[in-house]
């Protein structure tokens, strides 16, 4: 390998010219050949018993060439990036300039990591979000379980909104029954909306043993056999019950939670609940942080970094769901979506995550912070714990420098954060600028 040219471009980016000289060139062609020898037919031969001269008198000298230049080209590239002590953060754009049977010459554009600054990173406008917890929502909290308990009783009154009516019914569209219009002895809870609007509505008011036709026209956006057309449903109610909901007190709490009292239980939903709110509006803190951050963010991202980072995204999520037993294109028809949709959304979260490195890894820079060796041990330490592994698998599996990369940014982001300042507020206008002055009298 030779480089013949390195040159530093715009937008952030260098170009290599690599020469791949005769004899590595050759050793490749000889793999070539010896992988594809069995599959060559050479009239006076046996299939993969004919010599290479032969096969590429027959067929051409540069028959094994374009498979050759793409078995050798990637040792010739990374030897080149550890010459120049480049570090790509994109695919690299690749083009043959020249090839023979002396050897071949490509060019590699290599996206690298662009220079980034931020100012003014202390003091972000941003309002860490107050977290409460009241009597209503603990209250909310206590619904489910309530609701679990509660039991239906048959009920000798007229069905109103929240009770459940066993009913039998069945549908017809111009006086004749239509596919899926009919059930028996099914329990509508009266309010739910799981039937068509205006079906609910109608059998409230009706009793036991009460029989009506129900007019309804089904919505535009309905079954394409249904859309929009006006049908009737001849009902029969059979039971009216009501739902009755459980003494909430001690006892109740013993039944739901693992509590003696209902303080206890709701001190600790309140307790709960307040983790949860509390660890969103973090996630919503932290949000806001990075987003003023990248305000003051100043660099030109190359969008190789940012497709490259997506593919990478996108790549990752695959694997998830793959690994959950699912397809990756069954997955997308599930949620109905394509996966030029999924590239797009991929795009739109990478940008985000590019320009969110590049801007903490400046505060770091600017803040001239390392990483020492003991705080990589605790990570791999603490994912050895999470993963059940032995450190040393663990070192074997993940990069270190990028272990080392994620306790920068993060230690960079918890500083900005630390920073961060509730915005002033506004002062108030005063009157005369948002009152009209008084007309005088006539």
């Known amino acids: ?112 990591k662009p220079e980034a600054s931020v100012k003014d990173y202390k003091g972000l406008p941003v309002a860490k979000p107050e977290v409460k917890v009241t009597a209503a929502d603990i209250k909310a909290e206590l619904k489910p379980y309530i609701d679990r308990a509660s039991r239906l009783v048959s009920v000798e009154r007229k069905a109103k909104k929240g009770d459940t009516a066993v009913i039998d019914f069945e549908g017809f569209k111009d006086g004749e029954p239509f596919q899926g219009g009919k059930g028996e002895n099914y329990s509508l809870e009266l309010g739910s909306g799981s039937f068509a609007p205006g079906f609910e509505d109608q059998v409230i008011g009706m009793k036991a043993g009460d029989e009506k036709d129900l007019d309804i026209t089904f919505p535009e956006n309905y079954t394409p056999e249904l859309a929009g057309a006006a049908v009737v449903f001849k009902v029969k109610v059979h039971e009216v019950k009501e739902k009755q909901e459980p003494e909430v007190d001690d006892e109740f709490a013993k039944d739901v939670s693992e509590f003696d009292t209902l303080d206890e239980f709701k001190k600790d939903l309140g307790e709960k609940l307040k983790t949860r709110r509390q660890e969103q509006a973090d996630r919503d803190f932290e949000e806001a942080v990075i987003t003023a951050l990248l305000e003051k963010l100043e660099c030109e991202v190359p969008q190789a970094m940012v497709d490259y980072r997506a593919d990478k995204m996108l790549e990752d999520y695959a694997n998830r769901i793959q690994s959950q037993g699912i397809g990756f294109e069954d997955y997308l028809r599930m949620m109905g979506m394509s996966l030029d949709d999924m590239k797009a959304q991929s795009k739109t979260a990478a940008e985000r995550a590019v320009r969110s490195d590049l801007a903490l890894e400046a505060v770091a820079a600017a803040e001239g912070m390392e990483i020492p060796e003991a705080d990589v041990d605790a990570e791999i330490a603490k994912l050895a714990e999470q993963y059940s592994m032995e450190e040393d698998k663990v070192r074997s599996i993940v990069n270190l420098d990028d272990v080392r990369h994620d306790l920068l940014v993060r230690k960079a982001l918890e500083l900005v954060k630390g920073a961060a300042k509730k915005p002033a507020k506004k002062p108030a206008k005063k009157a005369e600028e948002t009152e009209e002055a008084p007309k005088a009298e006539e």
């Open 1 to 112: 390998m030779n480089i013949k040219s390195n040159e530093k471009k715009e937008n952030s980016a260098y170009e290599l010219v690599i020469e791949v000289e005769a004899d590595q060139f050759q050793a490749a062609v000889d793999k070539v050949y010896n992988r594809q020898k069995n599959r060559i037919n050479v009239p006076g031969f046996r299939k993969g018993k004919a010599p290479r001269k032969m096969v590429e008198k027959m067929y051409g000298a540069e028959i094994f060439f374009d498979d050759a230049i793409s078995l050798a080209y990637p040792d010739a590239y990374e030897a080149a990036l550890k010459e120049t002590g480049i570090k790509p953060v994109a695919y690299p754009q690749l083009e043959v300039l020249e090839v023979s049977s002396g050897g071949f010459t490509f060019k590699a554009t290599v996206t690298v």
